[in-house]
Nanobody
Framework: QVQVAESGGGLVQAGGSLRLSCTAS????????MEWFRQAPGKERERVSC????????VYADSVKGRFTISRDNAKNTLYLQMNGLKPEDTAMYYC??????????????WGQGTQVTVSS
């Protein structure tokens, strides 16, 4: 059984930083791409970033390019999202997802429960 769990969300002032983490178990972690999504109230879920199986290829939404960095540690079965220069419009529930394939752009399969990020102005 695949389990996915996010952590690291919280309340931060505009311009601040947060680092989200996601651990996944029950699968061969380094065989699959991993993704971050977010969903703000009243809005559709948005893909934030994707990283391929070995971490050498990444994709970002235009809204976060240059501010967010996705990375992974396959030895620890852990995915990260470093978020710098946070803006109020980054406020959302952030979700981690395992992918069906090794490369990006992805096709999410297993989801975590999400971690809330709130950015105050």
């Amino acid at each position: 059984q695949v389990q996915v769990a996010e952590s690291g969300g919280g309340l931060v002032q505009a311009g601040g930083s947060l680092r989200l983490s996601c651990t996944a178990s029950g699968l061969t972690f380094d065989a699959y791409a991993m993704e971050w999504f977010r969903q703000a109230p009243g809005k559709e879920r948005e893909r934030v970033s994707c990283i391929n199986w070995n971490g050498l290829s990444t994709v970002y939404a235009d809204s976060v390019k240059g501010r967010f960095t996705i990375s992974r540690d396959n030895a620890k079965n852990t995915l990260y999202l470093q978020m710098n220069g946070l803006k109020p419009e980054d406020t959302a529930m952030y979700y981690c997802a395992t992918d069906r394939h090794a490369g990006c752009p992805g096709s999410p399969k297993h989801w975590g429960q999400g971690t809330q990020v709130t950015v105050s102005s």
